[in-house]
DNA sequence: TCTGGGGTCCTAGGACCC
DNA sequence: TCTGGGGTCCTAGGACCC
């Protein structure tokens, strides 16, 4: 048996714990730069707002329903997702992060416990120590535990844990299952399967092995074995190391300046060779781009990228910022108005097995020892203490207008309880 | 005015090798 | 006149996830 355990509205979520006035109120996280509605509470569900819309086209109803509004806030939802793994590794050997708000957990091996008092358990303590609210579904299956924790969702007198496992309740709840509500069940399919008159999960397990892998392939066809109650999607206790690291961003206000741009890419440069370096790794290839607003038809719109290639792997800031920027010369058009920008790092190697070069004019030695130092100096005195002088210090140019402040992670932005 | 930011896996087809 | 058989690697594109 595996569980699902799913935090409920994520970013809404974190938002109420510290501000519980929200509760029963209609609210909404948007992605960075204040873009489109990420997180929903339910009452914002039942307004009709969609997930994925942008504000601009929602402002009407956002006004009317006085739906609360904030910026993104990932430094406070990272430590809430922090806090809300911990709880849950208490209960298990072993968990799999699957992402921010959800974790499968390992439950073989358990079968003699009671599971749905288990499942019931593990939500409410999830909610007693950090006030999120989290559903746990528990099945023979990953995608049938997913299946499992959305009932949880639909279904408050289940208190927040679901066991479904009797061949009949299976077949039952999937008679009424969507079939796009599956887990790998993505748009695409939707429609082809609709087409053929494939409405619900329970339809999709009907159709016939050989079928099936023909239009979907071999991931369609896990997905129906899996909903049919064989496991065949494995359980992962540790993340393997990324085999790409990208950070990008949208500007709040077109860039045009090739110095300012620079600013900016040299800053996604930093932040992911800090991510790289944390996951061990060093990379042979990096590559940057620039785009021009695709929404605006009347400007000239320009989608520009280019891959540097290291004769020897790299994890130095240094190192691959300078390439970035020189890179980033040759594709810059002056009179295009930048919207967005990327660095993305590719080709990755362990630490351990980094190929040299007789050739290697660079002090490789030095630099692993100074980016050790500046990780460790930024990790404890915050983010950007030390940087390359080619950074924004300014920033990022994000629009972050409904921002809530870092409830658990900043010392000023604690909240006092008065006596 | 305003439109996110990360990832993964699989497959088909072409280039190339012997 | 007739024109093999087996393999690998790479890339682009398409699907999916949150």
């Known amino acids: 048996m595996f569980a699902l355990a799913d935090c409920n509205?994520?970013?809404?979520?974190?938002?109420?714990?510290?501000?519980?006035?929200?509760?029963?109120?209609?609210?909404?996280?948007?992605?960075?730069?204040?873009?489109?509605?990420v997180s929903r509470s339910n009452e914002a569900k039942k307004l009709g707002i969609k997930m994925g819309v942008p504000l601009f086209q929602v402002r009407e109803l956002v006004q009317k329903h006085e739906i609360v509004v904030f910026s993104s806030n990932y430094v406070l939802y990272g430590d809430m997702s922090r806090r809300v793994q911990e709880t849950l590794r208490t209960f298990v050997p072993a968990i799999e992060i699957y992402s921010i708000d959800e974790a499968f957990l390992d439950l073989r091996g358990m079968?003699?416990?009671?599971?749905?008092?288990?499942?019931?358990?593990?939500?409410?303590?999830?909610?007693?120590?950090?006030?999120?609210?989290?559903?746990?579904?528990?099945?023979p299956t990953k995608t049938l535990a997913k299946v499992a924790s959305k009932l949880c969702k639909q279904y408050p007198k289940l208190r927040g844990g679901c066991y479904l496992y009797k061949p009949a309740d299976i077949e039952k709840v999937l008679k009424t299952y969507p079939i796009d509500d599956?887990?790998?069940?993505?748009?695409?399919?939707?429609?082809?399967?609709?087409?053929?008159?494939?409405?619900?999960?329970?339809?999709?397990?009907?159709?016939?092995?050989?079928?099936?892998?023909?239009?979907?392939?071999?991931?369609?066809?896990?997905?129906?074995?899996?909903?049919?109650?064989?496991?065949?999607?494995?359980?992962?206790?540790?993340?393997p190391p990324k085999q790409q690291i990208c950070v990008s961003r949208s500007f709040s206000k077109e860039i045009s300046d090739c110095k300012e741009l620079g600013m900016q890419v040299s800053m996604f440069c930093a932040m992911a060779?800090?991510?790289?370096?944390?996951?061990?790794?060093?990379?042979?290839?990096?590559?940057?781009?620039?785009?021009?607003?695709?929404?605006?038809?009347?400007?000239?719109?320009?989608?520009?990228?280019?891959?540097?290639?290291?004769?020897?792997?790299?994890?130095?800031?240094?190192e691959i910022n300078r390439a970035i920027l020189q890179a980033l010369q040759r594709i810059f058009k002056p009179f295009c108005a930048y919207k967005k920008a990327g660095v993305v790092l590719m080709e990755m190697v362990p630490d351990s097995a980094v190929q040299g070069s007789l050739f290697d004019e660079l002090d490789r030695e030095?630099?692993?020892?100074?980016?050790?130092a500046v990780d460790k100096i930024n990790q404890k005195n915050g983010y950007s203490s030390v940087a390359v002088a080619t950074q924004s210090l300014e920033g990022i140019k994000m629009n972050r207008r409904y921002l809530s402040p870092q409830y658990t992670t900043k010392w000023s932005d604690i909240i006092k309880v008065k006596v």
């Open 9 to 37: 509205n994520f970013f809404v979520s974190c938002e109420r714990v510290f501000n519980p006035g929200l509760n029963g109120r209609p609210v909404v996280v948007l992605s960075n730069n204040d873009g489109c509605i």
């Open 111 to 139: 079968e003699h416990f009671d599971l749905d008092a288990l499942a019931k358990k593990i939500s409410l303590t999830c909610l007693r120590h950090t006030g999120i609210p989290v559903s746990v579904g528990v099945a």
């Open 182 to 239: 599956v887990w790998g069940i993505g748009r695409q399919y939707t429609k082809k399967l609709r087409a053929l008159g494939v409405g619900t999960a329970y339809e999709f397990t009907q159709l016939s092995a050989p079928r099936v892998q023909k239009m979907m392939g071999i991931t369609g066809l896990r997905t129906w074995k899996e909903l049919r109650a064989e496991a065949c999607i494995e359980f992962m206790q540790a993340n």
């Open 273 to 318: 060779c800090e991510k790289l370096r944390k996951q061990n790794s060093h990379c042979h290839q990096a590559l940057v781009f620039i785009l021009t607003n695709p929404h605006k038809e009347d400007s000239p719109r320009h989608f520009e990228s280019t891959l540097i290639s290291f004769q020897v792997p790299t994890s130095s800031t240094l």
């Open 366 to 372: 030095k630099h692993r020892r100074l980016m050790k």
